[in-house]
């Protein structure tokens, strides 16, 4: 089993800066791809930046240019650094970690934008 510990959501005005973290524990041996997906009111679930073992990297098309995402394997953590947020950002933002055939999701972290 994976525990994920997300931090780092909140409100934030638009062009403002947030750094979401999400912290693995237990069974993280063989850990792949970590990675954040998103998920706004009366919207389907959607990733948002994902990287590999390798930190190989993949974003949604929305965040290019805006979100960073990296990995601190000696901590076990993957980060979304986000900048130049907008409203249509506004979501629950989850962690994802996928260990072998199995993917774990964290419980969730509220980013808010206002205008």
């Known amino acids: 089993q994976v525990q994920l510990v997300e931090s780092g959501g909140g409100l934030v005005q638009t062009g403002g800066s947030l750094r979401l973290s999400c912290a693995a524990s237990g069974t993280i041996f063989l850990i792949n791809a970590m990675g954040w997906y998103r998920q706004a009111p009366g919207k389907q679930r959607e990733l948002v930046a994902a990287i590999s073992s390798g930190g190989s990297t993949n974003y949604a098309d929305s965040v290019k240019g805006r979100c960073t995402i990296s990995r601190d394997n000696t901590k076990n953590t993957v980060y979304l650094q986000m900048n130049n947020l907008k409203p249509e950002d506004t979501a629950v933002y989850y962690c994802?970690?996928?260990?072998?055939?199995?993917?774990?999701w964290g419980q969730g972290t509220q980013v808010t934008v206002s205008s």
């Open positions: 994802n970690v996928r260990r072998l055939a199995t993917t774990y």
